[in-house]
Structures are given as C-alpha cells and as structure tokens.
C-alpha cells in the first residue's frame, strides 16, 4: 500500500494536480522543483493509503495560501510549512504521524511532499477538496465535522503566528488578511486530526490518481495515444466517475477582472467538428465553475472543469487561457462524499452566486453511472 | 543623402541590404551562413559594399541582426564563467540559482552562486528590515575577486517593483571588482517571476564576451572599406541597441531573427497591424505585429533547455515549408513536419528526385509554377489526385489554425506572406481581411534591422494606496517613456505602443501590475551628418 515517491512521481503529480486544478489552484511547477530539491537532498518520500494511519495518531495537513503569483516571485525556504506543522504540534501537545495535502489540485498538491521530504514523516494520500478551490472552510474536513483550528502560519522571514478561529469560515477570513500582512503568501498547517477523522473525512488516494494520470497524460504524448482515452479509462477505475467530452472548439474570447483577491471571468469557445455551429461558456472564479451550451448548463462545481490542449492533451490554467486555443473541454464526476447535502451548502453553484441547485453532470450527460 | 546598412543572419543565408534615408532599398545582398557566423556577417558586408557605387563615407549606420547568442548558449562555446547572486534572505533557499539547468551547461558557466541578504515584498517592504548587510556583500565580493568568475549576475526578490538592492550591491561591485566588470542586473531584462528572471540574468551574464567578438569583427570590415559608422544589434523586439548596451545585454539579441523578417516583410507592404507567415524550406514562422512591433510572448521561453522569462516575439512555429515530405498512410495524406530542405531541387519529384513534397503537390495542382530546368511537372502526371488535393487542404488546414491562434481577437486583419515556400498557400487564409504578398520580399530580414526604433518596456506592480488609477497609470506611462528616450530615442517620436493591466489573484484590489511598452526614432538622424 505504502510506496515510494521520487523525482518522476513528483512531475506526474504536477500534471495530473494541473488537471484537478479545473484551471486554477496556482501552477504546481515552483512546488514540483522544491520537491525534487528535496528528494535529491534527503531521499524518497513515503505515501501511505489513509488506512496505514492508526485511528488514534495525529495527521497535520499543510498548505500555502496567497497569491501564487507571488510564491513564484519570493521564493520559499522550504522550511515554512514545517515549521507551521511543529507549532501546531507545540499547540496540540503531540507529534504528528503524517501530513497531508488540503487541495490535491494545483501547487498545493506538492507542498506536504517538501515538509516530508524535511521531516522524514510520510504523506497520506488523499486531501480535503478533490480539486482545488479558493477557499480554506470549502474541505470535507470541514464538511464532516474537523476544526481548522488551531492553524499554524508562517511566512518566509520567519513571521508566524498561532490562530485559533471559532469556526473555519472565520479562521479563512482572518487567515487570508494575515496572509496579505505577511507578503501575500502564507505557509501553513490546519485540520490537525486522528487518524480515525481522516478515514472518516479525507477523500481518499486523489494524490495517487492525480500521480497516474500525470504519467497516462506523459505516456500517450510520447506514443501518441489519445490523452482523452487515457484519463477516460483511469477516472473510470477511480472514486471519481468516467471523463466526459463537454466540447471540443476554440477559444474566441477570455474575459478576466481581478476583485476582491479574486480573478472572475469567463471563456467562450467556439465549437469544432461535431460541435460545430455551438458555442461553450465556462465562468471561473480563479477555477472554472459552471459549463454551458448555448442555454443548457453541461457541467457544473463541485464537478470538475478542466480544459486541455486539442492536440497535446496537456492542462490550460484559467490565466493561460487565451484566444486561438484549440481546446477540449473535460467534466469530471466529483467523488461521492463531495456531494453530500452538507458539503453542496459548502461547494454548491449557489456559494459561487448561482441560484440554482447542483446537478451531477452524469446526470445531464445520462451516463450510467459507474460507481457506487 | 546619408545610407545605412541592414544585416540579418539567418539559418541558411546572412542578408545585408544597404537603405538610404528614406529607408528605399539601394542594395542588397545574400551569402550563405557559416559556422562560425562571424566570417558570414563579414563576406556578406564585403559583398554588398563591393556592388554598390554609393560614397561609403556616408553610410553613418549599420543595425546586425545575429544568432551569435543563441549558438554560444547551445553549443556551450565562448561563455564566461560567471557568478549568480540571490539577494533574498531570510526567504528564498529553497531552490539554488541553476537548480534546473542541464549539467553542462552548468559546467560551462561555472555553476558559482550566493545568497545574500536584502530584496522586499510586493509593496516594498524590506524581506530584511537591514536591507543588505555590508559585510556579508563584500566578503562575497571578494570571495568573487579572487576566483575564476568572468562575469556576475545579481536578482533581488521583486527587483521589478524595487530595483535598489541590485542597484546598491552593483554600486559595491563596481568598487571592489573594478568598473569595467561585467554586470548584469536582473530587473533589466526580466519580469516577475524569480527563477526564470535570474535564470535569464545568469545566461545574459554567460554571453558578454560573445558581443564584443562580433563587434570588432564586424569594425574591422568596415574599417577595410572606410566606413567609420555606428553599430547597432537589433534585439528581439525590433528595436535597436548600441554597442556598448549590446556588450550589457546580448541575451537581448536572441530571437531577433524571426523579428526582423516580420518587420522587414510589413514595411513592405506599409502596414501596420498585421500577420507575417515568413513560410520557408522546412517550417514556417508566424508573428503578428501591433502598431509596428512584435507582439511579446506571455509564457516563459526555454532558451537551451533554460526557463526565462525575459521578452521574447510571439511566433508559432509549424512544420511546413516547400520541402516538407507527403505521405500516405491508409488513405491519410499527411504534410511534414520533416523536410528535404535546401535538397528540393534534387530529391523532389518535380526535380527527378523520388519524394514526394508539398511543393510537388502545388505544381501537380497547377496552383504553383517554377521556372528552373530540372523542374519537369510532367513527372508528377502519376500522382494519385486525392493525395495532391488532401495535401493541400492539410497544407491549408495547419497555416490557416497557426494563423488563428496567433490572433487575439475575432477580428479579421490582414496576412503577409513571405519566403521561398510561400507558393504553397496560393489562394486565401481563413480569418485574413487579405492576402498581401509583397515583392521583394528577399531581403525583408536584413530590411527588419535596418528601421529598427529604439525602445524601452516596464513590468511592474503599483500600489495605487493614496493614489487614484490614472495617476498610477500616468506614473507608469511617465517612467516607460523615459527609459526610452534614456535608450537614445527622440523624445517628439515616443509613441506607447502597448499597455497592459494585469490582474493578480489573492491580493487587495489596491494593487495593480502594468505592462507596458514605448518606442521612438533613433535621435540625431539625418540632419547634422549630411554636412560631413
């Protein structure tokens, strides 16, 4: 169950995480070279099934927040995050059996790898999103009943700070301005909890896929397979349903507006072969959200949006998005525990402003649906 | 009537083209590219001097175009050692300057480096609340003194919002390591972004040695023949830069190639707003032009395996070009993207030879004529006619998309077509307003370095804190023209020619970084030299 990670895993991650990213979730390549700085340094790095933890060890995620944007401008120590980690360990009076990631989409799939490449502990192998999302409170830790708190924060300098939040929407609120004081970018570490929490709240192996389709997405490039096939065939045989083909096209217009710490915006594409004659709107609030043709909405968040090169099967980020682009647009089915009634109040197309009630894009598509 | 002189070195041939005031092509010339570059720009001079009957004297300029750059960094040649300095600490160890360059090339520089402490945040607010610490500065500096290290490259964390800690550790170089060592500052020549702005400061520093070479070759030829004029190296936004800047900044001349051929082959056709299909033996290069210049690309650039992140030309690269061998396979016609190359007057089939290329197809369709005589299209009577008509819509299918993806709007703008293998796109593109093929389009390369302009850009994060938009709009425009008139334009001709707001993810909205560019005439043109 337990295995090891190296260099080769860690650029698959970067691929797959770029996919779950749904074109947001900050580019994993800074963290996928701290990672390999790291692993060349202090050797491979262990990932164990959520089920390795026993129930009653502690597991510290970790985590940047902030602007991505300048994480790729001041670089880190590679330390913060670890740091963080002890004082929430400090904080809890006990150590922790392992980290883990809160977001398996985008760079915040990689930085638990630095602090056990650092610390020699492992990595569980799930997280709290299944994707990536802008906020800390949207996780199944969350959801299901884990304090955010206490949280651990660090920046570059040395900064830090031990908060403790009533409940985890405040904790985001007043982690993100800390996070602004301290440079834009915080490190941090949060959902301290047992193991027995993490079997019950964690959704599980999402870094191990993200890991396998990295490598099929590599793999058919290099033999020239089709990508799509590919991530069909492994999303099928995972907790996530079967990739659906939303569209195929061009970009013919990206709108981007920065408010509120955010990137709203939205793309049009221009439909190609059999969607010739159609055009697919996709919204994004730093990840795509919601997917329409013409008026009938086709996939929708906590679902997952991601767009991919036509030819080249490789992921396009929302900032990379640009006219011109030949593109797939892919949906793919949410695991199940995202979409329970409590985690729709959390991640559900009206906490993104859409008045209107989440519908499994299996459903809109009347796929049979695979799993459970 | 006062003359200047254009040369562009390209894969195959270096072209020189001599203008006169008026920019109206006096004479021009093609020689083949040689190994080692120099000895191509300098037959190429000596050719086009020979042919022309214009007073010499009065040539006051010469603009070069040359992959000199480029081949030192990919040949690993004629670079210098040098040292990379990261002022960053206490941030900024997790990953060491060159961490993911090639060994090599690593090995060719010297893969020398330090952290020192100082830089800021992205409102200016010191990383280390003492900035630089004297002592530390100078014993590194020292430790540089006393090494092998020919050359240094000094990044500061968010040196494009700040540029002082550079500034300031350049000033203890200067005293320490003499005035003349090589510097490189990497606010100069890269954006946000740290490790792709050093990486691109670390190779500027690897080439100072590089333009000096090509300088006195290029002096010396022209000394032979008694031109006393001022050289300048176009860089890859085709604007111009002196000697003395060159010797500062020759990563800045990577890529200037594609620029010029572009501009040279707009100016043909006077527009100003449009796409360049450059369409040669084996790919074809398409740029777009915005009021005059290159559109800049907007992801980081590998340069010899390096990720930088300093200007460079947005062009699509395909592989099509009048060489590019057909096939069949299973009742699919594919074009490319392998080519015969400079062998299609003997291995095409049209010309004797027994494969099958895009140029073969266009003769067989009757859309093409060559006028050689070894080009027989009675030979291509035996073609299969849906293999000649798929290959042409491939042809026409991958052009018209490069085409499209160059764009950044709907709107339908004009395409220039030019190059040997331009014959392949005989009728219309998809999404172009028109199809312009200028004549003469030989020499347009040599022709883009000629009116090069002078320019200046800036990248950087404003706080608009106590500020309204537009007067951070107007500081930003304030600063952009000043740096170009400081690059030597004259001040009436400065014109901004791009202006870019960018939005930032998970920030305040009282920040904003702009983007923006302006380029002028070259000062003191024609008037004082005319009475030499």
Redesign the interface.
């Known amino acids: 169950m337990a295995r090891w990670i190296g260099e080769e895993d860690i650029e698959d991650l970067s691929i797959g995480a770029a996919l779950f990213g749904t074109g947001g979730g900050g580019d994993p390549y800074l963290g996928k070279l701290m990672v390999q700085k790291a692993i060349r340094k202090y050797g491979p790095i262990k990932l164990i099934d959520p089920s390795e933890v026993p129930d009653d060890e502690l597991v510290i995620p970790t985590a940047m927040m902030g602007a991505p944007t300048i994480m790729v401008e001041k670089i880190p120590n590679g330390d913060e995050a670890l740091k963080s980690l002890r004082l929430v360990e400090k904080e809890l009076g006990k150590k922790a059996f392992a980290t883990m990631p809160v977001e398996c989409g985008g760079l915040n799939s990689t930085i638990p790898f630095v602090v056990a490449a650092y610390t020699g502990l492992p990595v569980v192998d799930g997280d709290g999103m299944g994707r990536a999302f802008p906020e800390l409170q949207m996780e199944t830790f969350n959801v299901y009943g884990v304090s955010g708190t206490p949280m651990g924060l660090y920046n570059e300098r040395g900064d830090h700070c031990m908060l403790n939040a009533l409940d985890n929407a405040m904790l985001e609120h007043i982690s993100r301005g800390i996070a602004i004081r301290m440079g834009g970018v915080a490190h941090v570490a949060l959902y301290g909890m047992t193991g027995q929490e993490v079997k019950q709240t964690a959704i599980p192996n999402t870094i191990s896929l993200c890991m396998k389709i990295g490598r099929a997405i590599r793999e058919a490039n290099q033999s020239k397979l089709d990508v799509i096939q590919t991530i069909k065939e492994t999303t099928k045989d995972s907790i996530y349903g079967e990739a659906i083909v939303l569209f195929k096209g061009k970009v013919i217009d990206v709108e981007r507006r920065s408010t509120d710490g955010f990137v709203r915006g939205k793309a049009v594409v221009e439909g190609l072969d059999e969607y010739e004659n159609k055009n697919l709107l996709v919204e994004f609030q730093n990840e795509n959200l919601i997917a329409k043709i013409g008026e009938e909405t086709v996939a929708m968040v906590p679902d997952l949006i991601s767009f991919l090169d036509l030819e080249t099967g490789d992921p396009i980020t929302t900032e990379g998005l640009r006219y011109g682009y030949r593109v797939t647009c892919l949906g793919i089915p949410t695991p199940q525990i995202m979409r329970s009634e409590q985690a729709l109040k959390i991640w559900g197309p009206r906490n993104f402003g859409y008045d209107m009630p989440y519908t499994k894009i299996e459903d809109i598509h009347s796929v049979k649906e695979v799993h459970r | 009537m006062i003359y200047k002189i254009g040369i562009d070195v390209g894969g195959t041939n270096t072209d020189a083209v001599i203008l006169d005031e008026n920019n109206s092509v006096v004479e021009s010339i093609k020689s083949p590219t040689t190994l080692d570059v120099e000895s191509g720009i300098v037959a190429a001079v000596e050719g086009v001097l020979k042919k022309t009957n214009i007073e010499l004297r009065n040539i006051r300029y010469v603009m070069l175009g040359t992959t000199h750059a480029t081949n030192a960094i990919i040949e690993r040649k004629n670079l210098a050692k040098i040292a990379c300095v990261r002022i ?1 600490l ?7 300057p060159m ?2 360059w090639d060994d090599s090339l690593k090995a060719a520089v010297g893969n020398q480096y330090y952290l020192l402490h100082g ?1 800021c ?2 409102d200016g ?1 010191p ?2 609340s003492e900035g630089l610490m004297k002592e530390e500065c100078v014993q590194v500096l020292n430790e540089i003194k006393h090494s092998e290290v020919e050359s240094i490259a000094i990044t500061s ?2 040196s494009p919002v700040l540029d002082s800690y550079e500034k300031e550790l350049e000033q203890m170089a200067k005293e320490i390591l003499g005035e003349d060592f090589p510097i490189t500052l990497s606010y100069e020549i890269g954006n ?4 792709e702005r050093e990486s691109s400061a670390a190779l500027n520093a690897s080439l100072v040695k590089v333009i000096n070479k090509v300088a006195i070759g290029l002096q010396k030829a022209l000394a032979r023949y008694g031109v006393d004029a001022e050289i300048f190296f176009t860089q890859n936004d085709g604007t111009l830069m002196s000697i003395e800047f060159a010797k500062k900044y020759p990563i800045l001349t990577i890529g200037s190639g594609p620029t010029n051929s572009i501009r040279g082959a707009a100016y043909l056709t006077g527009l100003e707003e449009c796409i360049v299909c450059d369409i040669g033996g084996t790919s074809t290069d398409i740029g777009i032009l915005i009021k005059g210049f290159p559109r800049q690309s ?2 980081s650039v590998e340069i010899g395996g390096v990720r930088t992140n300093f200007r460079m030309p947005d062009i699509i690269s395909i592989g099509i070009g009048g060489g590019s061998i057909v096939r069949e396979d299973n009742g699919r016609v594919t074009v490319g993207p392998d080519s015969v190359g400079y062998n299609i007057i003997k291995d095409s089939i049209a010309f004797g030879g027994d494969t099958l290329t895009a140029t073969d197809c266009l003769l067989a369709a009757g859309l093409a004529k060559i006028n050689h005589p070894n080009c027989d299209v009675a030979r291509l009577a035996s073609i299969k006619p849906e293999v000649i008509e798929n290959a042409i819509s491939f042809i026409q299918d991958k052009v018209s ?1 490069a085409v ?7 709107e339908e703008i004009p395409v220039v077509l030019v190059g040997g293998g331009s014959i392949l796109v005989p009728g219309d593109i998809e999404g172009a307003s028109e199809v312009v093929r200028p004549q003469y389009s030989g020499c347009a390369n040599a022709l883009g370095a000629a009116i090069a302009q002078v320019s200046g850009d800036l990248d950087k994060i404003f706080s608009t804190e106590g500020k309204s938009r537009e007067e951070v709009i107007k500081e930003a425009k304030d600063q952009v023209v000043q740096k170009t008139i400081d690059a030597g334009a004259d001040p009436t001709t400065v014109e901004i020619i791009e202006f870019e707001e960018v ?7 009282n920040v904003i970084r702009i983007k923006t560019k302006a380029a002028g005439k070259l000062l003191n043109p024609t008037l004082e030299v005319t009475n030499l």
């Open positions: 960053c206490p941030a900024g160890g997790s990953i060491e961490f993911s830089g945040e992205f607010r990383l280390n964390i968010f946000l972004g740290l490790l907007s992801v998309v499209d993806r160059i764009k950044t709007k709907k939005p930032i993810a998970y920030l305040p909205s």
